[in-house]
Nanobody, 123 residues
Framework: QVQLVESGGGLVQAGGSLRLSCAAS????????MGWFRQAPGKEREFVAA????????MYADSLKGRFTISRDNAKNTVYLQMNSLKPEDTAVYYC????????????????WGQGTQVTVSA
């Protein structure tokens, strides 16, 4: 079992930045990749970014590439999402996830999920 706890969400003005953190604990030895998803009110949960843990190779949703950056700290067992030039349409609950097998854009490919952290971007 892997536990994921997100932090760093909050209220920010358009054009600002936030860095989300996701701390992993439990049986993390089999973790292959970690990712971020988001879900805005009334919309489906969508892929944001993913990272292969061993290599640090990154994957992003095309629409977010260039503004968002995923990274990890091996020593802290933590994955980050740096969000720059935030827009009101970025407002959503952001979820951290871990996969035992895939670097994937698909929700079902992830085995563990955090409870989410709210990001609100005002105009």
């Amino acid at each position: 079992q892997v536990q994921l706890v997100e932090s760093g969400g909050g209220l920010v003005q358009a054009g600002g930045s936030l860095r989300l953190s996701c701390a992993a604990s439990g049986r993390t030895a089999s973790r292959y990749a970690m990712g971020w998803f988001r879900q805005a009110p009334g919309k489906e949960r969508e892929f944001v970014a993913a990272i292969r843990w061993s290599t640090g190779n990154e994957m992003y949703a095309d629409s977010l590439k260039g503004r968002f950056t995923i990274s990890r700290d091996n020593a802290k067992n933590t994955v980050y999402l740096q969000m720059n030039s935030l827009k009101p349409e970025d407002t959503a609950v952001y979820y951290c996830a871990a996969s035992n097998r895939y670097v994937s854009v698909v929700r079902a490919d992830y085995d563990y999920w955090g409870q989410g952290t709210q990001v609100t971007v005002s105009a």
